[in-house]
């Protein structure tokens, strides 16, 4: 079956930093996949995507990559600040046609210090 | 611009009550609207999609029903709650083209005791 994997442990770094996520995944040849950010008790709120011909996607300061051999993606937030202190999910589409049906990672907490 | 409320914010009921959670969204028309759940811990789960009135697709067997009585309200219903139906409940919504993001509500805290 399909599977997504994103580190469980929490991601604990110093302000200024670069915060590198990882998300992989298994079982599966996604067309595009998209990162989400969210904060406690809030629903997730779309930051990125990147479709599987598309090697890096860059927004601000943020930094996506995607290898399908790999079956990877690399979520980078550079110069990070204590407000990006979150969690990060990772989505993959599946399904057929224009349903939007999105399979999430369990989400990897970032925490910067300042 | 397009907004999706999502009510009540918390929500405690005892095991063996009755279910309904709404969700609306305004400044968009015909969406797909979709009920995900989140255990503690865990990614986010697909329970319901629609991408017309009347029209719901169930993603897991489960205790829980989905409705959509307007082309912008969708309903997440139980007859009887179970423990296992405790949770952190999101609405969302996308305009049903390919490559689209979801917009999500700002959940409903379940806990069944």
């Known amino acids: 079956s399909q599977k997504i994997e994103q580190n469980s442990e929490a991601l604990n770094i110093q302000e200024g930093k670069t915060a590198t996520l990882t998300c992989n995944y298994t079982n599966y040849s996604p067309a595009y996949l998209q990162w989400y950010r969210q904060d406690p008790g809030r629903g997730p709120v779309f930051l990125l995507l990147i479709r599987e011909n598309e090697k890096e996607k860059r927004k601000e300061r943020l930094k996506v990559t995607f290898d399908t051999t790999l079956k990877q993606s690399l979520f980078h937030i550079t110069a990070s600040q204590p407000a990006d202190s979150a969690t990060y999910l990772c989505?993959?589409?599946?399904?057929?046609?224009?349903?939007?049906?999105?399979?999430f990672g369990q989400g990897t907490t970032l925490q910067v210090k300042p | 611009s397009q907004t999706i409320h999502q009510w009540p914010a918390t929500l405690v009921q005892p095991v063996g009550s009755p279910l309904s959670l709404e969700c609306t969204v305004e400044g968009t028309s015909n969406p797909n609207l979709y009920w995900y759940r989140q255990a503690a811990g865990r990614g986010l789960q697909l329970l319901f999609y629609?991408?017309?009135?009347?029209?719901i697709s169930s993603e897991v067997p489960q205790n829980l029903s989905a409705s959509r009585p307007q082309d912008r309200q969708f309903i997440l219903s139980s007859k009887k709650l179970l423990l296992s139906d405790s949770g952190f409940y999101l609405c969302a919504w996308s305009t049903g083209t390919v490559d689209e993001k979801l917009f999500f509500g700002s959940g409903t805290q379940l806990s069944v005791l």
């Open positions: 989505a993959l589409a599946y399904g057929s046609g224009n349903t939007g049906k999105l399979i």
């Open positions: 629609s991408v017309g009135i009347g029209q």
